[in-house]
Every structure is written in structure tokens, then in C-alpha cells.
């Protein structure tokens, strides 16, 4: 799992006015918690903030290098980040601390690879869940999970417990939950060519008794 490094600077100023000036300055307003642990109110530059997440998926992992008189290192994860939806600047950040000695619960993306069988003889392949919650420690956690679906028929499919993950990896889904199937084709037909069907008899019976 990748770990990014972002400064930040203490503040001890909070509420709408501090925000705005500092949106105004090209910073966002942040806070950083953890368990048992004071919050700390914090400010990141806004621009360094987009180059750091952009291409990344859910998972944001990020090293935060706090200023204050000396640096103070605390290793986050991002829980929530609130966009503008009007200009997409960043309004606000709740980052997370971690403790790497401790086991975390996660969504991990799922990466489907290959092509069904059943897709080439008229299947229709399903992806029914993108993610799977896990929970394990921060050195084990996986970027994504990778799920095969080669082998799978009309009629098969991939459950939680037909997932095979490195030890230490436990997936908290219900075991009978279907991450991806393969269905048959849906067979339509229509009404009119029915509707033909049924009238012929009728018309060649008509026909004879004339």
C-alpha cells in the first residue's frame, strides 16, 4: 500500500470566517483524530492536496509532516474529504491517524481479470460487487483484490469464500456474498411475431370453409 507525505501547519483558529480566508490563501482547512488522541486543527496546501490524490483510488494513505516550532510526523488516512460541487476546490479534510501495529477495517477495491467462458458461448457477466470489506494490519493491506473470472460458465459464479488471500487478510463480507456470475442470455420476443403466430390457423381455417 502506497504512503504519500503532505505538510501541514498547526492553526488555532477555527469557524466559516477562518475557513474562508484560508480557501481564499490556497489552503484547506483540516482536522487530524485518532483513538484516544487529541484532535489536532490543522492547515494543507490546497495544490499539493490535488497532486497527492490525484489517480489514487479510496484508500489515501498520507505521511502528514505537521509544522510546529519543530515537525511532528503522524501517519493518516483520509475519512472524509468535502468538495465544493460548484468549482470542485477543496472545502475541508478529516484525516485519520493509524496505528500500524493495529488492525484495520477497510473497503479494498476488487480488479476483475480475464474473459469468461460463458461470455463467449452468450453469457452475461455480472461484476455484483467492486469492493469487500477486510481487516488486517496496515503492513498486510492489499492496494485491491484480484479476482479471476476465466473459469466461469453460464450458471457459475465467485463467492467470498472461493477467495484465496495472503494470511492475515480477514474479509469481513458473509461468505455466501457473490462478488461476480455469469447469467444465459435473456430471450426476448416480439409481441407482433406472437401475435402472427396465433392468427395464421385461424385465417387458413377461415380459408377452407370458403
Do not use: W
Not at 488522541?37 to 490524490?53: F, I, P, Q, R
Not at 489517480?55 to 468535502?82: A, D, H, M, R, S
Not at 492496494?143 to 453460464?154: G, K, R, W
Request: hydrophobic share 40%; proline share 3%; glycine share 6%.
Amino acid at each position: 500500500m502506497e504512503i504519500s507525505e503532505l505538510k501541514a501547519t498547526l492553526r488555532n483558529d477555527a469557524g466559516k470566517g477562518v475557513a474562508r480566508r484560508l480557501r481564499k490563501s490556497g489552503f484547506v482547512p483540516a482536522v487530524v483524530y485518532g483513538h484516544k488522541k487529541d484532535t489536532l486543527l490543522l492547515t494543507v496546501n490546497s495544490s499539493e492536496l490535488t497532486k497527492l490524490l490525484k489517480g489514487k483510488e479510496e484508500n489515501v494513505f498520507i505521511n502528514l509532516l505537521v509544522e510546529n516550532g519543530k515537525k511532528i510526523e503522524k501517519f493518516t488516512l483520509i475519512k472524509e474529504l468535502q468538495i465544493n460541487p460548484v468549482n470542485r476546490k477543496f472545502l475541508h479534510v478529516d484525516f485519520c491517524e493509524i496505528d500500524k501495529e493495529q488492525a484495520i477495517t477497510l473497503d479494498i477495491p476488487i480488479h476483475f481479470t480475464g474473459e469468461a467462458i460463458g461470455v463467449e458461448t452468450g453469457g452475461d457477466l455480472h461484476h455484483v460487487k467492486r469492493e469487500i470489506k477486510v481487516s488486517c494490519l496496515f503492513a498486510v493491506l492489499p492496494d485491491f483484490i484480484e479476482v479471476a473470472v476465466s473459469h466461469l460458465n453460464i450458471g457459475d459464479s465467485i463467492k467470498v469464500q472461493d477467495l484465496k488471500l495472503p494470511e492475515g487478510i480477514t474479509v469481513l463480507d458473509h461468505e455466501d456474498t457473490i462478488l461476480a456470475s455469469v447469467t444465459a442470455p435473456k430471450i426476448t420476443v416480439k409481441v407482433e411475431q406472437i401475435e402472427g403466430q396465433e392468427q395464421a390457423p385461424q385465417e387458413e381455417s377461415q380459408e377452407q370453409s370458403e
